[in-house]
């Protein structure tokens, strides 16, 4: 970890395991030696066409906005450790149709950074609102954005990783199969399903898809800045998006570097864990709520516990064709949506600009 005399930044706050850090992290990560960090979990600003209160960089610009954080995030990596990164795609201004900043981001990385995409992940959150709202619940021509890309990068093919450690529970099916067994035989699609395939290992790999609600409405960390009257961090993930990749790429003892800490949610779960880290945030408003993360009593981490080990709380994808023997009858509008359709059998006020 760092020192805590550093004539870039400030230690905010400090436990046995890791670092509150307020400063540029650009600055910060300039002072880490090479080879030294064995994960860097993230979630930047989002190249978003709104501006948000902790900044944000405007699409076409991000990719070379982040080339000096790429640098120094190659440069301290260790050799088999791992770079996560999760960012959420954007809308072009005024169109409904999406920026693609975020892929051009990925080649970016990998092509002149030297970065292997080690696996693409998608974070499905359930709760999402159906946005955005223009073009999903008033003109009808889009369904609601609920996916955020997790890339996850590595300097060398063969990062430090395990499966073993983020399994699922079987689901129903899997489990009758178990009991019933399953007769070995090649598929239709050619894979070649052995004898093994009946061996009960006691929990499932998961797929790349995660299904986490971003639901914290009545958090912890929430009602800390509520009764400090403090102000929270808008933009924060969910606890389990980082622990799952903690979990599977690092060993308790390792160190987790978060460059954009926001709450600072990544060192709550290294401190949980038993992780070094550092969280850098550059806004002293955000470094103060995020002390709410570390102050938690004992009850109610217990109570967090026992949430995430719900099983009632366990997603499922909804199949698309459930509804389909239904006919919704509505026409296809020519001009894809362009003009909005009249509601109520009112005429749209002749004044009214077009969509452009």
């Not at 550093?6 to 046995?16: A, K, L, R």
Request: one cysteine or more; glycine letters at 6%; proline letters at 8%.
């Amino acid at each position: 970890m760092l020192k805590k005399k550093q004539p870039i930044s400030d230690v905010f706050h400090e436990t046995s395991l890791g670092q509150i850090v307020q400063g540029d992290s650009l600055e910060v990560l300039a002072a880490y030696p090479d080879d030294s960090v064995d994960l860097i979990m993230t979630s930047p600003p989002f190249g978003l066409v709104r501006k948000k209160d902790y900044g944000n960089v405007e699409a076409d610009k991000y990719v070379e906005w982040f080339k000096a954080f790429a640098a120094h995030f190659h440069r301290i990596l260790k050799a088999n450790g791992s770079f996560v990164l999760d960012i959420g795609g954007a809308w072009n201004k005024g169109y409904p149709t999406r920026n693609i900043y975020h892929f051009k981001l990925l080649v970016m990385l990998c092509e002149e950074f030297g970065f292997y995409l080690a696996q693409d992940f998608y974070w499905w959150n359930p709760s999402k609102l159906p946005t955005p709202a223009e073009w999903v619940t008033v003109r009808r021509i889009r369904v609601k954005d609920a996916i955020n890309t997790v890339w996850w990068l590595s300097k060398t093919p063969w990062p430090k990783a395990s499966n073993r450690r983020v399994l699922q529970p079987y689901s129903p099916s899997m489990r009758e199969l178990l009991v019933k067994g399953y007769r070995a035989k090649k598929r239709p699609s050619g894979h070649d399903i052995s004898d093994k395939f009946n061996i009960d290992n006691g929990a499932a790999i998961p797929p790349n898809l995660i299904a986490i609600p971003n639901t914290e409405s009545n958090s912890f960390y929430l009602r800390y800045c509520e009764k400090n009257n403090l102000k929270p961090h808008p933009a924060r993930y969910p606890a389990e998006l980082p622990e799952y990749f903690i979990r599977m790429l690092t060993e308790p003892g390792d160190l987790v570097v978060d460059p954009f800490a926001g709450s600072c949610v990544t060192g709550e779960v290294c401190e949980r864990t038993g992780r070094h880290w550092v969280c850098v945030e550059l806004l002293s408003e955000y470094c103060e709520a995020a002390l709410g993360r570390f102050v938690r009593e004992p009850e109610e981490t217990a109570k967090s516990v026992r949430k995430s080990k719900d099983l009632s709380s366990y997603y499922r994808v909804p199949r698309p064709g459930i509804l389909w023997h239904e006919d919704r009858g509505d026409p296809l509008s020519e001009d894809g949506g362009k003009e909005r359709a009249r509601k109520f059998g009112k005429k749209p006020p002749k004044n009214r600009r077009k969509h452009r």
